[in-house]
């Protein structure tokens, strides 16, 4: 692979995390009925644009589209390890971010015994943040 297939594939690939975190978001509260937290909900707010802005990204192989990603998904990385975080170190429980509705430490998933919902979304958030920095700045010369 050439700089220029390793750069559309990472623009791709994150297209496609973004997509599968979104879908995966949407399977579990409206077909499997999850009721999302308030932290869910924040995580939702910076993913679910990432779709539409990753996706016609790729398409118009528009590199430039990392500058305003990038930032975005690291708040999304952030408040992702905070609610992971939250639902399994004791001393997070007592920050309750979340005051109505759901609390922000229940798990409805807890497969192998740490892969939770907010995990799954720390993992979204990270292999986005791995696409986006593999794509280098286009040369000015070419």
Known sequence: MNKVDIRQFSLYAAWLVSVIATLGSL???????????????????????????????????????????LPTVVIGWCISLFHYLEQKVPGFAEIKPCANGVPCSAEYINWLGFITIPFLALIAFTLIIIFM??????????
Do not use: H
């Open 133 to 142: 920095l593999l794509i280098k700045k286009p040369n000015k010369i070419q």
């Open 27 to 69: 399977y579990f509260s409206e077909i499997r009925g999850f009721i999302p937290c308030e932290l869910c909900w924040y995580q939702r707010i910076l993913m679910y644009p990432l779709s539409l802005i990753l996706g016609i990204a790729t398409f118009q192989n528009d590199r430039s589209v990392k500058k305003y990603v």
